[in-house]
């Protein structure tokens, strides 16, 4: 049968392309003709083993992963990294230096601070500006065993369109999780990227790690699932792997090889972007809070002067297939999140309801 399908505007868990949901469908009784579904089958089996290493061959194709660099497909989300990237790798100074860029990069320096010994220190934030837009990056003093810096802000809607060369000084941690597969970054300027996959990749329980393998020597003795060396060593299958969402990564990865990889999704990504602001731009009823020049391509806040307003709309959008437009509650007003899966036509269908609301609405 034909799959109900509306536009999911969500920031996470997000839409999926609709040519993945379908395959998911076709293959779920039998997966590979196992007689088995994807859900069954064992991780100690060629059919998962071999799904695993054509996901990673791909994931490293799609980001030109070099060599030097390990890929983990873990569980926790974005929030265990948070704690995890301290317990492995702030090993000498024990002093991590943050970029505070808004809610996650908070969540972050707090994680991380509860790790025991260890200094999370704010060495740049926009806090003043409520995080409308990117923090100014003075010159970095002093000793940090790595800076960690969220790239996209999920909630407030920016994002760092190139990293800043001052961060490149010391190891580079990347929270991508809002990001990733979406706009054209060089592994090679981080040395840790992590992203939680319910974003950009597919369904929640699923986070991918990318490290450079000489990170792992410094790291000290840790229980076996916060440990990088450890899950490197058992290849992310030290116990049993979230087979599922490990799979479904894997289809999209497939689908983005055959849109053309990261560069064909940042052009789309932009065209889509671009769409959505310039009717913010023209429009006289809706306002972005956000700074241009930092503005995100995946998540973008936008706002009425009223809450009734913001209100109305976010209800009325849902009532035509509009849907999960409502910001986030630090924020207020709407966030329309438009991941790669998020077809042109979706934007152009808010666009045109946006335009139907002001005339209805507008002063
Ligand atoms: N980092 C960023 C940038 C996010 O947007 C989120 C969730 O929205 C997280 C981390 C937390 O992710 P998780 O729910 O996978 O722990």
Redesign the pocket.
Same mark, same amino acid.
């Given at each position: 049968g034909s799959l109900q399908r509306v536009y999911n505007f969500s920031?996470?868990p997000a839409v999926l392309p609709a040519e993945v949901v379908r395959t998911v469908q076709e293959e779920l009784p039998s997966y590979r003709r196992s007689g088995m579904s994807i859900m069954e089958i064992s991780h100690r089996s060629s059919l998962f083993t071999d799904l695993q290493e054509t996901a990673e061959t791909d994931l490293r194709k799609l980001m030109q992963i070099p060599d030097n660099y390990d890929v983990l497909f873990l569980q926790g @989300?974005?929030?265990?990294q948070f704690a995890m990237t301290a317990m492995n790798l702030a090993v000498k100074t024990k002093r991590v230096g943050f970029i505070d860029s808004g809610h996650?990069a908070q969540?972050a320096m707090e994680e991380t601070a509860l790790v025991k010994g260890t200094k999370a220190v704010v060495i740049a934030s926009s806090k003043n500006q409520k995080y409308t837009q990117l923090p100014k990056i003075e010159p970095i003093t002093g000793q940090f065993d790595y800076l960690h810096l969220?790239v996209?802000?999920?909630i407030e809607g920016t994002m760092y369109h190139q990293i800043p060369a001052e961060l490149k000084k010391f190891p580079l941690v990347g929270?991508l999780?809002?990001i990733i597969l979406g706009y054209n970054y060089q592994v090679t300027d981080f040395d840790l990227i992590y992203a @939680?996959a319910?974003?950009n990749i597919g369904p929640?329980g699923l986070?991918v790690v990318i490290l450079k393998h000489e990170l792992l020597q410094n790291a000290p003795e840790l229980p076996a699932m916060l440990s990088y060396p450890k899950q490197v060593q058992k290849h992310s299958a030290l116990n049993t792997p979230p087979v599922f969402a490990i799979y479904v990564a894997g289809l999209v990865f497939k689908w983005l090889l055959a849109q053309g990889g990261v560069a064909a999704m940042q052009e789309k990504n932009e065209q889509k972007a671009q769409l959505l602001y310039a009717e913010i731009e023209n429009s006289k009823l809706f306002k972005s809070p956000v700074a241009v020049e930092d503005r995100s391509l995946t998540n973008i806040p936008f706002v009425t002067g009223s809450a009734q307003l913001n209100q109305l709309f976010v209800a009325e959008a849902q009532a035509v297939g509009l849907l999960n437009l409502k910001g986030h509650r630090s924020v207020g007003g709407m966030r329309a999140s438009l991941y790669n899966a998020m077809p042109l036509a979706g934007v152009k269908r808010l666009v045109e309801f946006m335009q139907e609301f002001e005339r209805q609405h507008g002063g």
């Open positions: 920031a996470g @989300g974005g929030t265990l996650w969540r969220t996209n802000n999920t929270d999780s809002s @939680g319910q974003k929640a986070t």
